[in-house]
T-cell receptor, first 112, second 114 residues
């Protein structure tokens, strides 16, 4: 089973800062690594998915990287905004079509 | 496209009562999943269905049953609810035949068992 860990559990930064959220996983044979955003009381919104053959994916101010050899993924958020405040979840699976194993998330607060 | 829809949004049950959580997707996905989310525990897989007609247990299946009614619908049933089943339940779907297998989530069902 893919064990996923996210550090830190909570993070508070002033608006405009660039920041990095960390995710580590135990099985280097990862198939997909997916980053989600969850707002309080809401469902999960997919941000980025990195396939095992890829090193990174970018969408707007977000960049996610994957290093299978070290068992790590990072989510980079550039020029953070108060609207980025949410919980960010990292999840991976070890084969096609398999369910995701989730980390417990990083709760991000961006202050004006 | 509505994506993944779940009903009900909220439910309060008494211990021992039964209920079915409904999930439907309109993206023609073959794989569907049920997760529960608890504070401090993250999301954990209850059951999944790789294709119509098949279901498999996940990490925390005890106390639940599922039905993959057709390709679109995947229901989760609590036969005799217990307070430990108080949680937020999420349904998700993906296309395991696709090159990019993003999982899409529904808005969740918040369940309180008294």
């Amino acid at each position: 089973k893919q064990e996923v860990t996210q550090i830190p559990a909570a993070l508070s930064v002033p608006e405009g800062e660039n920041l990095v959220l960390n995710c580590s996983f135990t099985d280097s044979a990862i198939y997909n690594l997916q980053w989600f955003r969850q707002d309080p009381g809401k469902g999960l919104t997919s941000l980025l998915l990195i396939q095992s053959s890829q090193r990174e994916q970018t969408s707007g101010r977000l960049n996610a990287s994957l290093d299978k050899s070290s068992g790590r993924s990072t989510l980079y958020i550039a020029a953070s905004q108060p609207g980025d405040s949410a919980t960010y979840l990292c999840a991976g699976n070890s084969n096609s079509g398999y369910a995701l194993n989730f980390g417990k998330g990083t709760s991000l607060l961006v202050t004006p | 496209n509505a994506g993944v829809t779940q009903t009900p949004k909220f439910q309060v049950l008494k211990t021992g009562q039964s209920m079915t959580l409904q999930c439907a997707q309109d993206m023609n996905h073959n794989s569907m999943y049920w997760y529960r989310q608890d504070p401090g525990m993250g999301l954990r897989l209850i059951y999944y269905s790789a294709s119509e007609g098949t279901t498999d247990k996940g990490e925390v299946p005890n106390g639940y049953n599922v039905s993959r009614l057709n390709k679109r619908e995947f229901s989760l049933r609590l036969e005799s609810a217990a307070p430990s089943q108080t949680s937020v339940y999420f349904c998700a779907s993906s296309d395991s035949r696709a090159r990019i297998q993003t999982q899409y989530f529904g808005p969740g069902t918040r369940l309180l068992v008294l």
